[in-house]
């Protein structure tokens, strides 16, 4: 089937222009074909902005085992609405993804459910060596070097020595050193309130944790991508990346800071912990200075009634993905950044940290996995409306201008002005890792 798209003002890496686009066979047929050209579909974009599908390399969508927070359902769903064309899943599910049999069981139920194209992660856990030196159909090794959600948790020095010395997949971390935060715990004592969270998981705890990291990286030459960088202080760590070392910041450490505890209390409660007015400021120079080359959410759903459970019983994450790219393009409303920046930080970006194949700019060859885009809409986040299931966003009240309208997967319409087509499915996303990464791709 092809599909033509016209009128729209296209998002192409070298600047905005406006050409019409032939979709065809799930891939981008061709950017300003032949006028005579004729197409199964004709699309008026007029008025409309097309940006590639975001990538978002870092989401918990809880299945299997915690399905009461989210399945992969619902949060393609979410997804799809949100413009999110391709998610890389973490493994902190239940059970967790630490071995090839887990990653596989996930992609099994992936193809039968997502609505978009998935990846995900494997695990690294004390003991699973084998199983990351041999891992396949993924993305890469997460390590929690800091415990979140789950019990995965690698802190030992000499296993994670062995897990950057002994693998060749791409390894990426959550960075929160452990005993700082325990220390911290301890230290506070009982009687804690939300603020704590941000006391307890404080800026040491993230530095010292990225350090460590980095460390290990630059001495065993092994590619490495800090995840949800909340801190000012560790931008300053990323300027020497020496080829090997990329990193992501998300929504929530850019539009919130401590203060917000106040008036949203455990909604805002996330691991790495919300930092200061000064760390959103200095994390937004950061993406902008190209220190943080990716923009993910982190999307964590967590039910409402578990979130509103005392501290420090209320669990640690949020729900993002259906809002995350209207988040990014009001801040282009703003003039904070421009269309090309959010694509190359949502879709490019991620796509080469990852060794995508064919995934995350409009060129041809690539996979039609799009997004159309309305710049001039206003609309409000509302907790109801929310497809993930938990139903609750942060966001909830905040008006936004700038929004997803319409979005294709491999050429399939999947969502369009709040309906879905749930008879598309998405597919794996495929890695040529031989590519080396972000820096290795440069144009
Ligand atoms: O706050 C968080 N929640 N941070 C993480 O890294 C994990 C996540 C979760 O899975 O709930």
């Not at 393609?76 to 902190?92: D, H, I, Q, W």
């Not at 409000?380 to 966003?393: G, L, N, V, Y």
């Amino acid at each position: 089937m092809r599909t033509l798209i016209k009128n729209a003002q296209v998002v192409l890496p070298t600047g905005i222009v406006a050409i019409p686009v032939l979709l065809e066979g799930g891939k981008i047929a061709d950017l300003d074909p032949a006028p005579q050209i004729t197409a199964d579909v004709t699309i008026d974009a007029t008025g409309l902005h097309l940006l590639p599908g975001v990538i978002d390399d870092q989401v918990h969508f809880r299945e299997p085992g915690l399905t009461h927070k989210e399945d992969l359902a619902s949060a393609s769903r979410a997804c799809a609405k949100g413009g999110v064309t391709t998610f890389l899943e973490m493994p902190n599910t239940k059970p967790a993804a630490i071995t090839q049999a887990g990653v596989n069981e996930k992609l099994a139920l992936a193809a039968s459910k997502s609505l978009v194209n998935y990846g995900f992660y494997i695990g690294a856990t004390p003991h699973n060596i084998e199983d990351l030196k041999t891992a396949q159909r993924t993305p890469g090794i997460k390590i929690f070097i800091g415990s979140s959600t789950g019990d995965l948790l690698v802190d030992e020095q000499s296993a994670l020595e062995r897990i950057f010395a002994e693998t060749s997949l791409p390894l990426t971390a959550h960075c929160e050193d452990e005993s700082t935060v325990r220390a911290n715990a301890a230290r506070l004592g009982d009687q804690l309130t939300l603020a704590d969270h941000s006391r307890i998981r404080d800026h040491q705890a993230a530095m010292i944790a990225t350090r460590r990291a980095l460390d290990l990286a630059f001495r065993h030459r092994h590619r490495f991508h800090v995840l949800h960088v909340s801190t000012g202080d560790e931008t300053a760590l990323l300027a020497d990346h020496q080829g090997l070392i990329t990193a992501e910041v998300c929504p929530h450490h850019l539009f919130f800071h401590i203060e917000d505890y106040e008036r949203l209390g455990s909604l805002v409660q996330m691991n790495p912990s919300i930092k200061t007015q000064d760390d959103n400021r200095r994390l937004w120079q950061a993406l902008q200075d190209g220190l943080i080359q990716v923009i993910a959410t982190d999307h964590a759903p967590h039910t409402w009634e578990e979130k509103q459970q005392p501290y420090p019983q209320s669990p640690s994450g949020l729900p993002a993905v259906e809002n995350s790219l209207a988040l990014l393009l009001d801040q282009a409303h703003r003039g904070a950044c421009t269309l090309e920046q959010i694509a190359h930080w949502m879709s490019d970006a991620p796509a080469r940290v990852w060794d995508l194949v064919d995934k995350g700019r409009i060129a041809p060859g690539y996979d039609a996995d799009l997004v159309l885009v309305d710049t001039h809409r206003q609309q409000t986040i509302q907790h109801a409306q929310q497809e993930t299931k938990c139903k609750w966003s942060p966001w909830d009240g905040v008006t936004l201008t700038g929004w997803p309208v319409r979005t294709w997967v491999h050429g399939e319409e999947v969502y369009r002005e709040g309906v879905f087509n749930t008879a598309v499915r998405g597919r794996e996303a495929t890695y040529d890792h031989a590519r080396g990464g972000y820096w290795a791709t440069q144009d």
